[in-house]
């Protein structure tokens, strides 16, 4: 099921500095917003937050009207999360068992399929987060949130990766994503954060 994503003057702190405080936005079925902002302004924090890896202070998070996301997420960190001594179809095995989707759709979306029986240990940085990207899309979950995901991916690569989350979208799929490079979405709304924070869509 997709749906509205609300987030309602959600507060959090890192270590033992607020980096939130009191940050508010909804996005729609389909909606693509990027967190911008100065190193340390507390994107990261807030795409940990809504992915339930991090603690709120105070505030609500709701999608589709429900307080329960689990399920519903697809995160994305600044590790690609791949286990080496796995093949490139093996690392995505999990996330297939659990949502029914194939594997192997979701290798050609990022041109993986040539290196599906391939080590990931013998993979490139932009191989690996090109898999990565691809356990998203194995998922099924509707809302993506995304911390610099283009980090190692050459430029054909990049334009791949708009076409997956082109295709999300027309789904109805939501994108989060925290980003210091242009990222191949179309008319996002943007969220500033490290000042009182303003949404602009």
Not at 47 to 71: F, N, P
Request: hydrophobic letters at 50%; charged letters at 15%.
């Amino acid at each position: 099921m997709t749906g509205p994503l609300a987030v309602q003057a959600v507060s959090a702190f890192r270590g033992e500095r607020l980096v939130l405080d009191r940050v508010s936005f909804s996005l729609d079925a389909g909606g693509a917003l990027l967190l911008l902002g100065p190193n340390g302004a507390g994107k990261s924090t807030l795409l940990r937050v809504i992915a339930g890896l991090c603690r709120m202070e105070a505030g609500r998070i709701t999608y589709a009207g429900s307080d329960e996301l689990a399920g519903r997420v697809g995160y994305i960190g600044h590790q690609d999360a791949i286990k080496p001594g796995l093949t490139a179809a093996e690392n995505l095995a999990f996330a297939s068992a659990l949502s029914g989707r194939p594997v192997a759709p979701a290798l050609a979306s990022l041109d993986l399929t040539s290196l599906a029986d391939l080590p990931a240990r013998m993979l490139s940085a932009g191989q690996k987060r090109r898999l990565a990207l691809a356990r998203l899309v194995v998922s099924g979950a509707p809302l993506w949130l995304l911390d610099e995901p283009t980090l190692g991916l050459d430029t054909a690569s990049v334009a791949r990766f708009g076409a997956v989350l082109a295709e999300h979208r027309a789904r109805g799929g939501l994108v989060i994503a925290a980003t210091h490079l242009p990222l191949p979405l179309e008319a996002p709304g943007e969220l500033v954060l490290g000042r009182a924070a303003a949404l602009n869509s």
